[in-house]
């Protein structure tokens, strides 16, 4: 969360000329606003929607912004572990920052929660990514610039 994903991402798509698909605004296209979907229906009904969303966009020749959490869904890291996964990191003082904590459901309790949720989710990251780049204080189009450069190589 708030690694810059959504903003790298449509940058590096536009550059490689495919694209960009970022899975929690089609899950919010499709059903409404997570928020909603975490307070109305819980998080167990989002994560299978988002299970479904990102096997839909792997299914594309398209740059795909996945949320944070989606790594949690073993089908999803199955789907992941066939495919170039460009893992975005970013310090805590740099995300919180830059994030609207009131809308993420999971930061709800406050913004510490950000750093246990990333301490638990980071050995699935780690795993499932082919390479990783630091978000914390390089500007973003540096960082589209420096993926771009390293996926056409």
Request: no cysteine; aromatic share 6%; charged share 25%.
């Given at each position: 969360?708030?690694?810059?994903?959504?903003?790298?991402?449509?940058?590096?798509?536009?550059?490689l000329?495919?694209?960009?698909?970022?899975?929690?605004?089609?899950?919010?296209?499709?059903?409404?606003?997570?928020?909603?979907?975490?307070?109305?229906?819980?998080?167990?009904?989002?994560?299978?929607?988002?299970?479904?969303?990102?096997?839909?966009?792997?299914?594309e020749?398209?740059?795909?912004?996945?949320?944070?959490?989606?790594?949690?869904?073993?089908?999803?890291?199955?789907?992941?572990?066939?495919?170039?996964?460009?893992?975005?990191?970013?310090?805590?003082?740099?995300?919180?920052?830059?994030?609207?904590?009131?809308?993420?459901?999971?930061?709800?309790?406050?913004?510490?929660?950000?750093?246990?949720?990333?301490?638990?989710?980071?050995p699935?990251y780690?795993?499932?990514?082919?390479?990783?780049?630091?978000?914390?204080?390089?500007?973003?189009?540096?960082?589209?610039?420096?993926?771009?450069?390293?996926?056409?190589?």
């Open positions: 969360m708030g690694s810059g994903k959504t903003r790298i991402g449509r940058r590096v798509a536009r550059a000329g495919v694209r960009f698909i970022d899975t929690d605004k089609v899950i919010a296209a499709e059903h409404g606003a997570i928020t909603g979907i975490f307070e109305t229906y819980g998080e167990a009904h989002f994560r299978a929607l988002e299970r479904q969303a990102v096997a839909d966009a792997l299914g020749s398209a740059v795909v912004s996945l949320g944070g959490g989606a790594v949690l869904d073993a089908e999803s890291q199955h789907l992941l572990e066939r495919h170039t996964v460009i893992e975005l990191t970013v310090a805590a003082d740099a995300v919180l920052a830059r994030m609207n904590t009131s809308k993420r459901p999971l930061l709800k309790d406050g913004t510490d929660a950000w750093q246990r949720i990333y301490d638990e989710r980071r699935i780690t795993r499932l990514a082919t390479v990783s780049f630091d978000t914390s204080a390089r500007p973003i189009s540096r960082i589209a610039d420096e993926i771009t450069a390293w996926a056409t190589q």
